[in-house]
């Protein structure tokens, strides 16, 4: 068992396809380590155990009738809890849908069911995506299973700590602010979010609707590519989804960085960054730089207006994306109420967290009349300059190189007594989102105490293939680098 465990989710498909494992003995094997360790991690919300095994035997069938021959036929799979999921619980990991399950499926799921992944179960995350610690949890915090005392970040925590902990292959998650990138950071694994509207976002239950993206995090980058590939794609159920020609994204898993043209905003590098996390980020950059990468630094300007801009978009658009709770429809309805405007109220007051309630009122807030102008608009023009300033930086440079956050993974219950301070971690992510860009996570190294550190590296739009092409490169002269508890 602890062999299958020990594969990448390309290497598992492999020995699957040339008949050494089956798709039932890895869903099996999945299934016993989320059993002997998820206790101590909280990485699911609902496993789908009789679901998981009875699909392993379908998918085991048409790999033996030759139908399924892809790089990820066979591999068991978790899925963020904010992706639906036809006929198994989709939370957001919130009281406010503690029942809901959906009539469909989301296309990025449906599109990896129909290369063969076995859906294990949905993972813990922040309430609706909001935080960066999955402490806003409606079903208790994720634990990082490097130090069970600190966060596994978020809002993708529960999927990263899954892979981290070997309790899936590779995980979905949503980046909206970093929470892609940011949680493989802290828990070691590589985490990639692609050009808005590379992957659909149709079933991915909104939070910010101009930020949001889909995402793979795995072991490492050559499974990150294999994901991508089956999950990218034009989806017209989806108007902000993008017709593209160049998903090949495994073609790009080339070892060779000669030439390619690496640009370090001194801006990454100023007051509040850790000195550990600074030193593994850079030693990361000489290794690119030894392999024939070309280094430099230069100034990205607007770094410090992204987040406040970020918060006053993601926030007003939040408010407007959760105004469909209302207790009427589907979802947690208060038990006791007067009347509709007290059912609404109450519904709504019970059923969301803090953390929620407080993006709700100061998206409401921007968008109110008066402050309209004030606030919303001029974070959208700020938005356009921040768009503008990578443009710029990106007719000298291909790839821009610098940490995923100032810190390693902060101890559990720091941040949430902060949120002002949790929201200055986002620094280094949510740029990327404002301006639509790709960027990868990949581990670079420990810090003192043994957490992880990620290096963060940012393409142009629909250049992937450049990012996928450094890290692997990265990743091939760094070597292996370990899951959590496997020393």
């Not at 902060?410 to 639509?436: F, H, R």
């Amino acid at each position: 068992m602890s062999d299958i465990l020990d594969m990448t989710a390309v290497e598992l498909s492999a020995a699957i396809r040339a008949g050494k494992t089956t798709a039932v003995e890895a869903v099996e094997a999945a299934l016993a380590r989320i059993e002997e360790r998820d206790q101590e991690f909280n990485c699911y919300v609902t496993v789908s155990r009789d679901k998981a095994l009875a699909q392993a035997k379908q998918v085991q069938a048409a790999i033996e009738a030759g139908e399924l021959t892809g790089p990820l036929a066979g591999v068991p799979v978790a899925i963020k809890d904010n992706m639906c999921t036809e006929g198994l619980l989709t939370t957001c990991s919130s009281r406010i849908l503690g029942n809901f399950v959906p009539a469909y499926t989301a296309e990025a799921v449906l599109r990896l069911e129909k290369a063969g992944a076995v859906i294990l179960g949905k993972t813990n995350m922040d309430e609706f995506a909001m935080g960066s610690t999955t402490e806003t949890s409606a079903y208790g915090e994720t634990k990082n299973p490097w130090n069970p005392a600190h966060v596994p970040g978020g809002s993708s925590g529960g999927s990263a700590a899954a892979v981290a902990a070997g309790e899936c292959f590779y995980a979905l998650g949503s980046d909206t602010g970093g929470s892609i990138r940011q949680p493989a950071s802290f828990c070691g694994v590589v985490g990639m979010k692609p050009t808005y509207g590379t992957v659909s976002r149709y079933g991915l239950i909104a939070y910010g609707s101009s930020l949001d993206q889909i995402g793979p995090l795995a072991r490492n980058v050559t499974d990150c590519a294999a994901i991508l590939e089956a999950i990218a794609g034009h989806d017209h159920k989806d108007s902000t989804s993008v017709a593209r020609e160049d998903t090949d994204f495994t073609a790009a898993l080339v070892e060779d960085v000669k030439g390619i043209r690496i640009g370090i905003p001194n801006d990454y590098f100023g007051e509040g960054l850790n000195e550990e996390v600074r030193g593994a980020v850079l030693q990361a950059a000489g290794v690119l730089e030894e392999r024939g990468a070309i280094v430099e630094r230069f100034d990205l300007s607007l770094v410090d207006y992204a987040i406040p801009a970020y918060y006053t978009i993601a926030a007003a658009e939040a408010s407007s994306n959760l105004e469909r709770f209302d207790g009427i429809k589907y979802g947690y309805r208060t038990p006791e109420y007067h009347g509709l405007h007290n059912m609404y109220k109450k519904s709504r007051s019970e059923g969301f967290g803090e953390e929620v309630k407080r993006r709700i009122m100061l998206g409401s807030f921007v968008l109110s009349s008066g402050y309209y102008d004030a606030y919303y608009l001029k974070a959208l023009k700020v938005k356009a300059l921040i768009k503008k300033a990578f443009d710029e930086a990106f007719a000298r440079y291909d790839v821009i190189l610098g940490p995923v956050a100032p810190t390693t993974a902060p101890k559990l219950g720091e941040s949430l007594a902060d949120p002002i301070q949790m929201y200055l971690g986002d620094i280094y992510t949510i740029a990327v989102n404002l301006a639509g860009l790709p960027g990868i996570s990949i581990p670079c190294g420990r810090d003192a105490e043994g957490l992880p550190i990620g290096l963060q590296l940012i393409g142009d739009s629909f250049r992937e293939k450049k990012l996928i092409q450094t890290a692997y490169t990265y990743e091939k002269a760094r070597g292996a680098f370990p899951l959590a508890l496997a020393e």
